[in-house]
């Protein structure tokens, strides 16, 4: 699937998601690149890959690109808990978490999460709430800031993003 990335209307980059199902795992791969001015000049690369296997999440890893530097967060399952290890730009958290989860962040861009209350984001290593909201919206809370989800028919149409840097649509290339 193909996704533009916006500001103000103004397409500013692109995003591409993959699934790669396997016999014992799914792969989940964002990758999105951005190039815009704001005060300075902005470039980002990211890419996030997640594992699960049959429902449960496994790990992943999210690094990211910038111009202000290179950044890496890592989330893997470890007997009974994951081991958390999240950083980006003036960010850093260092954690566990107990017991397995179901759904992390990246699934948002590959499956209505019609029955998920919370998740896993990989980007901060954090637990998520998700909110169910008129029929195919759902806002989540990452870290303060509030995401929103439109789905139509199960896909992902649009989402609305939070950003301590410049909030930014993500929008579905059809």
Do not use: C
């Amino acid at each position: 699937m193909k996704f533009s990335i916006s500001v103000a209307g103004i397409t500013i980059g692109e995003m591409k998601a993959v699934k790669t199902s396997g016999t014992d795992q799914d792969r989940y791969q964002l990758e999105s690149k951005v190039d815009f001015w704001f005060f300075g000049k902005i470039k980002a690369l990211v890419s996030t890959d997640a594992y699960y296997n049959e429902s449960q999440f496994l790990q992943s890893t999210m690094h990211t690109r910038t111009n202000k530097g290179e950044f890496l967060s890592t989330i893997k399952w470890d007997r009974d808990r994951y081991a958390i290890e999240a950083e980006s730009y003036k960010y850093e958290h260092k954690d566990e978490i107990i017991g397995p989860m179901d759904y992390s962040g990246i699934k948002l861009f590959f499956q209505e999460p019609r029955e998920v209350s919370n998740l896993l984001n990989e980007h901060y290593g954090k637990v998520a709430l998700v909110n169910k909201g008129m029929k195919g919206y759902y806002e989540v809370n990452v870290a303060g800031n509030i995401n929103k989800y439109y789905y139509e028919n199960g896909q992902l149409i649009k989402a609305v993003m939070e950003h301590p840097i410049k909030n930014y649509v993500v929008k579905r290339i059809l």
